[in-house]
């Protein structure tokens, strides 16, 4: 990746910049990024837990499920019976604390096929559980008044293993083709970005990742690239339980501006959006500095619970 020399951006081009990003998210057309949930595992009550829809053709496509996905799906107008498939980036619970909350209140809600799940493996595992967990409610829901389908429940878990560093397409139906795309999170032993293409438009999503070549070589030119950020500005020693190895944690795990800025400047997507963004005292203006004294020039913005893009 290019070292940059750019100068620091002013406060203006900044300003600009963010309200040029802010007035375009509001009109998007065609295949259309939602970003239902843009935290962490801190609980911001302004930031649900991670989860992004990418919208087709009024068919919806959600990666993560983060604490809060079915509120979100219904303040963002999109179905509360559940998407086409679900994809999870990988288990950590930030990811995953709305999963129960995907298969139940979608079955509740009215959904009758098995939910399409796709995701590293243990998600067989970690579903199997959720459902013993509830199987008192579920048996209540289908032989008291309720009523409820006995197939609505269901998930139909598709776990994969992409180890090849090109990744591997794990869902193509009807022009919508997503691939998994190897990333790397500390010591998880596996953990995936995703790219989707569509008739009309190329997105990345990165999971949680340091910046890797993988997001590099599949983010090229995409139309939007939706990453996690740290600000690196923040990262130091912390006195509280493990925050000792904070910035060795940090540095394993997750990306900062300065290395997200570099892996834009290379990639040159077309839209970069932060999400998932790991402490955020930080001042979205500093974090999009940052991103841009590394080198990337475009268009790159900081989302917010429900934007479209
Ligand atoms: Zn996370
Ligand atoms: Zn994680």
Not at 4 to 11: A, I
Request: charged share 25%; proline share 6%; hydrophobic share 40%.
């Amino acid at each position: 990746m290019p070292k940059s020399n750019r100068k620091k951006s002013s406060p203006i081009i900044v300003a600009r910049t963010v309200a040029l990003a802010r007035a375009k998210r509001r009109k998007p057309s065609g295949t259309t990024v939602v970003m239902l949930g843009t935290g962490m595992p801190r609980p911001d009550p302004e930031c649900f837990g991670p989860a992004t829809a990418v919208v087709y053709d009024g068919r919806v496509f959600l990666f993560d499920a983060g604490s809060g996905v079915v509120r979100r799906m219904a303040a963002a107008g999109l179905s509360v019976r559940g998407p086409e498939a679900t994809f999870i980036t990988h288990l950590h619970s930030d990811h995953t604390l709305g999963y129960p909350d995907l298969i139940l209140t979608t079955w509740v809600m009215g959904r009758r096929t098995p939910l399409q799940a796709y995701g590293p493996v243990g998600l067989k595992k970690m579903t199997k559980h959720i459902l013993a967990a509830w199987d008192e409610d579920i048996h209540v829901r289908i032989e008291g008044l309720e009523h409820q389908t006995t197939t609505g429940y269901k998930v139909a878990v598709h776990e994969f293993d992409v180890s090849d560093a090109s990744g591997g397409v794990v869902y193509e139906k009807d022009g919508v083709r997503i691939t998994a795309i190897p990333v790397i999170h500390g010591c998880w032993k596996q953990a995936y970005g995703f790219r989707i293409d569509t008739p009309d438009r190329s997105i990345v999503i990165s999971g949680d990742t340091v910046p890797t070549n993988t997001i590099l070589e599949s983010s090229r030119g995409v139309d939007v690239l939706v990453h996690e950020v740290y600000p690196e500005s923040q990262v130091a020693p912390e006195v509280r339980i493990g925050g000792k190895t904070w910035p060795s944690y940090m540095r394993e795990f997750h990306t900062s501006d300065i290395e997200l800025g570099l892996l834009a400047a290379e990639a040159q997507p077309k839209l970069l959006v932060l999400h998932h963004i790991v402490r955020h005292e930080e001042d979205d203006d500093e974090l999009l500095e940052s991103i841009r004294d590394a080198g990337f020039e475009g268009e790159v913005v900081v989302a917010k619970d429900l934007d479209r893009f």
